[in-house]
Nanobody
Framework: QLQLVESGGGLVQPGGSLRLSCTSSGETLDYWAIGWFRQAPGKEREKVSCIASSSDNTGYADSVKGRFTISRDKAKNTVYLQMNSLKPEDTAVYYC????????????????WGKGTLVTVSS
């Protein structure tokens, strides 16, 4: 079974950067659409970005477009989310999810989830 592990969260000042990682110690991620989602306190989980399976096709939420970049390193079996120009409203627990499909649907369609990593943007 696919087990996802996120890392890279932390406290950063507004305008700063973080890189999140999502990896699996077992099964390859190549055939899965991998999405990054976030959930702030009192809010629903929302899709931030997705990278298609066996492809470089990517997509982003309007709120992060131009600031975040998703990428896949097949050799390391890892999907990254590079987050630049961070804002306080980016504060949330970030989750990676895997869907056995070409591209990510919504949160309810993901087949596997990691446990999340907390990102706090504050001065």
């Amino acid at each position: 079974q696919l087990q996802l592990v996120e890392s890279g969260g932390g406290l950063v000042q507004p305008g700063g950067s973080l890189r999140l990682s999502c990896t699996s110690s077992g099964e390859t991620l190549d055939y899965w659409a991998i999405g990054w989602f976030r959930q702030a306190p009192g809010k629903e989980r929302e899709k931030v970005s997705c990278i298609a399976s066996s492809s470089d096709n990517t997509g982003y939420a309007d709120s992060v477009k131009g600031r975040f970049t998703i990428s896949r390193d097949k050799a390391k079996n890892t999907v990254y989310l590079q987050m630049n120009s961070l804002k306080p409203e980016d504060t949330a627990v970030y989750y990676c999810g895997a869907e056995y499909a070409y591209y990510c649907s919504g949160p309810t369609s993901m087949d596997h989830w990691g446990k999340g990593t907390l990102v706090t943007v504050s001065s």
